[in-house]
C-alpha cells in the first residue's frame, strides 16, 4: 500500500467540501457509502469468490500490527504533515478555503488519528472472524511462520 499526501479534501473523515463526517458510518471502512461505489469490492464480499473472505482476513493479519497500525500509519501521516507544513502548503490552503481547512494541522492530524482508529477497529471488527486459510502458527527465532492449507 502506498500512501501519498492527501489532497486536503474527501478522506479522512472529512467530505468533498472539507465538512467533518467522522461520525457518520457510512464513510466507515465497510460503510454503504464505501462499499456499494465499488462494484468490485462489493461482488468479492457478497460472494466470497476466490476465498476472498480468507484472502482478506490472512493479509489484515499480516499488516494490522505493523505497516497498518495506527502507530505506523500516522508517523507516516506526521512525516507528510511536516512537509506541508514546511513548504507553506498548509498555509496556502488554509488561505484559500478557510471555512474548510484547519489552521493547525496538529488540530487536523489529531482529527485524522480519531478517524483512522475508528476505521481501524471497524475493520478489525468485520473481519476478525472470517475464515483463515492458515492451519497452523509457530514462531521461529522471533518470526512468525504461518502454514497455510491448499
Known sequence: MLFTP?????????????????DDE??????????YRNGLFLRLMLDNNFKFHTLL????????????????????FKDYAQILENSGAWRREHALW??????????EMDFIERFYMKNYET????????????????YQQGELIAYAHD
Not at 26 to 35: E, N, P, T
Not at 123 to 134: A, L, M, R
Open 98 to 107: 478557510p471555512e474548510h481547512v484547519a489552521e493547525n494541522i496538529n488540530d
Open 57 to 76: 482476513h490472512d493479509r489484515w493479519d499480516e499488516l494490522k500490527n505493523d505497516q497498518l497500525s495506527v502507530k505506523t500509519v500516522m508517523q507516516r
Open 123 to 138: 475493520f478489525e471488527n468485520y473481519v476478525k472472524d472470517y475464515p483463515s486459510g492458515i492451519d497452523n502458527v509457530i
Open 26 to 35: 457510512k464513510y466507515y471502512a465497510f460503510g454503504r457509502k464505501i462499499l
Open 6 to 22: 492527501w489532497d486536503l479534501d474527501a478522506c479522512l473523515g472529512r467530505g468533498p467540501y472539507g465538512e467533518d463526517v467522522s
